[in-house]
């Protein structure tokens, strides 16, 4: 059984910081890439960050780069997103997604959570 969890969304004003938490089980996190997506209302789903199994590469959306930072911990089957300047532009569900990238390094997304709310305040 595969699972992602997504934890650390709240409420939190313009200026302000939150790190979101992905704890992945029932698959062979150490081989996989990592990212995060968000969907605001209204909107279509929209990438927001990627790492690389081993961690060494991170990719960043336009709307984020130089604010967000991704991360992981492969010996907790964790990734992070710590967002800072948030804007409510931000606010969105964000979504935790893994795909498979020693076998295959073109694979797609194919395993998400169930999303965590980020509400920024203006």
């Known amino acids: 059984q595969e699972q992602l969890v997504e934890s650390g969304g709240g409420l939190v004003q313009a200026g302000g910081s939150l790190r979101l938490t992905c704890v992945s089980s029932?698959?062979?996190?150490?081989?996989?890439?990592m990212a995060w997506f968000r969907q605001a209302p209204g909107k279509e789903r929209e990438f927001v960050a990627g790492?690389?199994?081993?961690?060494?590469?991170?990719y960043y959306g336009d709307s984020v780069k130089g604010r967000f930072t991704i991360s992981r911990e492969n010996a907790k089957n964790t990734v992070y997103l710590k967002m800072n300047s948030l804007n409510p532009e931000d606010t969105a569900v964000y979504y935790c997604?893994?795909?498979?990238?020693?076998?295959?390094?073109?694979?797609?997304?194919?395993?998400w959570g169930q999303g965590t709310q980020v509400t920024v305040s203006s």
């Open positions: 029932g698959r062979p996190f150490d081989s996989d890439a």
């Open positions: 997604a893994a795909r498979q990238s020693i076998v295959n390094p073109r694979s797609s997304y194919d395993d």
């Open positions: 790492i690389s199994w081993s961690g060494r590469n991170t």
